[in-house]
């Protein structure tokens, strides 16, 4: 297969059961920590680097019988299929995305419906924590193994400049398991397929590793300490 589309790494998200002990948990281990929005209203918190791939925390819970049944009756059953597979997941590394390099997701929805792979688009937006208003659009793959792609941010709220006080300046890789995950497929969305590291018999994202470091989230975040 030739590749036909440019995407890169996003995000990472790792799910967790109390966010601000999170938060100030990995600011005492020297990173920068910024709340999606308003922290009393937050419900994730992002650690930014100046370039690549960046760190959601987010804490969720079970949603509502109404809100599974009113998600249906729209039509995002896909989008619900995710969430629950986070649930089910538990705490820790859940998920990771891919981010176009262009402002719109129109080639890879090509890409998607040439190859004939289902999915389901929708527009998202929040206010962030210096209350900009930052919008996006989502394409969600059925085959919920596979990661969800992202239009970049408008307007970009990456920080230009960010020296986090541990020296950690990047993600190196992402160790991903490869049972359900498509790798022909990938490799025409993807341009930096390197960055992954697979293991066999895993499914989803396992670890995150980051540049010239032995730090993880999952050691700081441990909740027995």
Same mark, same amino acid.
């Given at each position: 297969m030739t590749k036909q589309s440019d995407c890169r790494i996003s995000h990472v998200l790792y799910r967790v059961s109390d966010l601000h002990q999170a938060v100030e948990k990995l600011r005492d281990a020297g990173f920068i920590v910024e709340y999606g929005t308003e922290p009393e209203k937050a419900y994730n918190a992002l650690i930014w680097f100046e370039q690549g791939c960046f760190v959601?925390?987010?804490? %969720?819970s079970t949603l509502p019988f109404w809100v599974r049944w009113a998600m249906k009756a729209l039509? +995002?059953? $896909?989008l619900l299929d995710r969430m629950q597979l986070w649930m089910h997941a538990g705490y820790g590394w859940c998920e990771w995305s891919l981010e176009s390099t262009t402002a719109s997701l129109d080639t890879q929805k090509t890409l998607f419906r040439h190859y004939n792979r289902p999915f389901k688009t929708l527009k998202a937006k929040r206010k962030d924590v210096s209350a900009r208003t930052l919008r996006?659009?989502?394409l969600i793959p059925h085959e919920v193994y596979f990661p969800f792609l992202? %239009?970049? +941010? $408008?307007p970009n709220p990456r920080p230009s400049v960010i020296n986090h006080p541990n020296g950690i300046t990047g993600i190196a890789r992402l160790t991903v398991g490869n049972q359900n995950l498509d790798m022909d497929f990938l490799k025409l969305l993807i341009d930096h397929s390197t960055d992954l590291e697979l293991v066999d018999d895993k499914k989803g994202l396992q670890q995150v590793h980051f540049k010239g470091s032995v730090l993880t989230i999952e050691e700081i975040l441990d909740p027995r300490k």
């Open positions: 959601e925390i987010f804490k %969720s039509g +995002y059953q $896909v996006w659009h989502l992202m %239009s970049p +941010y $408008v």
